[in-house]
């Protein structure tokens, strides 16, 4: 991968990780039907120029 393609894309993961895991953590703050709860969740990145579709799939789990 050249290293511009390789920058731009660590670039655009650590944009989804922040905001993914500010996204969890304040609906886990502010759902009142978090606490204890399992929480199916589902981040689907979507390429359109080279029509590739990545599904990650998983459980969070709320506090007790």
Do not use: F
């Not at 511009?4 to 886990?28: C, E, P």
């Not at 981040?43 to 459980?59: F, H, S």
């Amino acid at each position: 991968m050249p290293d511009d393609t390789n920058v731009s894309t660590r670039k655009l993961l650590k944009q989804i990780g922040l905001k993914s895991s500010a996204a969890v953590k304040r609906v886990a703050r502010d759902s009142p039907n978090a606490g204890g709860r399992v929480s199916d969740t589902r981040l689907v990145l979507k390429i359109r120029l080279l029509d590739l579709e990545g599904t990650v799939a998983g459980q969070i789990t709320g506090r007790g």
